[in-house]
């Protein structure tokens, strides 16, 4: 499990986000809208496209979901889930790229991109890689302002705080951690949860100590994961709202 970090959201509040992954083609997007209060939406780098884009941001607006940039490697025949060694100019101008689409699909309904946040191979990169977390902050603005950032402990984390970025930390309860603090590798027995009651259960233990608690779109079951998630956070006590 995690470790607390110091930007945790006060015990008193009893308010956590609920985020998931969509727009990536391999789940149901609209049900997961009506259950999450933040959407990690995919800009077409790894999946997605923009008539997706639109439309889950229109969704999104409907329900009053706040939109968030998921962004990656461009690689979308590996999912963004390869490592890459992408130079730091070509980087940012990557995330440039996918931020402004996405902000340019949120506006046909009338809403903002709210944080950005990196998908699979790039996210677990930027834990530790200096280059690659700069230029995803450097990508990561809109207007003149950084994006407040969604992540996990480690260098993005620690750079965007140093920045003066909101930094949004957040949780996993369908996957497994390593003693270090790190999700396990997806390859890894116990890596990947299915059990829906296990995971809402990790989802209100995880609640106290992070800002946001993530399920993964992509898992099979998703949307049923991810209403046990919220049931089991408000019958805990907590409200659900986004960051």
Do not use: F, I
């Given at each position: 499990m995690p470790v607390t970090t110091g930007s945790e959201?006060?015990?008193?509040?009893?308010?956590?986000?609920?985020?998931?992954?969509?727009?990536?083609?391999?789940?149901?997007?609209?049900?997961?809208?009506?259950?999450?209060?933040?959407a990690n939406v995919a800009c077409g780098f790894h999946a997605g496209h923009p008539a997706l884009m639109r439309e889950v941001c229109a969704e999104a607006a409907r329900r009053g979901v706040a939109i968030g940039a998921q962004v990656s490697y461009d690689d979308r025949e590996n999912f963004g889930r390869i490592p890459r060694e992408v130079p730091y100019g070509r980087l940012r101008e990557q995330i440039?790229?996918?931020?402004?689409?996405?902000?340019?699909?949120?506006?046909?309904s009338g809403v903002e991109v709210r944080y950005v946040k990196p998908h699979g191979a790039l996210y677990h990169r930027?834990?530790?890689?200096?280059?690659?977390?700069?230029?995803?902050?450097?990508?990561?603005?809109?207007?003149?302002?950084?994006?407040?950032?969604?992540?996990?402990?480690g260098v993005l984390q620690e750079?965007?705080?140093?920045?003066?970025?909101?930094v949004l930390h957040e949780g996993f309860p369908d996957r497994?951690?390593?003693?270090?603090?790190?999700?396990?590798?997806?390859?890894?027995?116990?890596?990947?949860?299915t059990d829906v009651a296990r995971i809402a259960r990790r989802a209100v233990e995880l609640a106290a100590q992070v800002h946001s608690v993530c399920v993964h779109g992509d898992t099979p079951g998703a949307v049923a994961h991810a209403q046990a998630v919220r049931r089991e956070l408000e019958r805990a006590g907590y409200l659900l709202r986004s960051c």
């Open positions: 959201p006060a015990p008193a509040e009893r308010a956590v986000d609920l985020n998931a992954d969509l727009g990536e083609e391999v789940t149901d997007d609209a049900a997961l809208l009506a259950v999450v209060t933040s440039a790229h996918q931020v402004g689409e996405l902000a340019d699909a949120a506006a046909r930027v834990l530790d890689d200096e280059e690659q977390a700069a230029a995803v902050l450097d990508g990561s603005v809109l207007d003149g302002s950084g994006l407040p950032v969604m992540t996990m402990p750079k965007a705080a140093a920045a003066g970025r909101r497994g951690y390593g003693p270090d603090g790190r999700l396990l590798p997806r390859h890894r027995a116990g890596a990947v949860l």
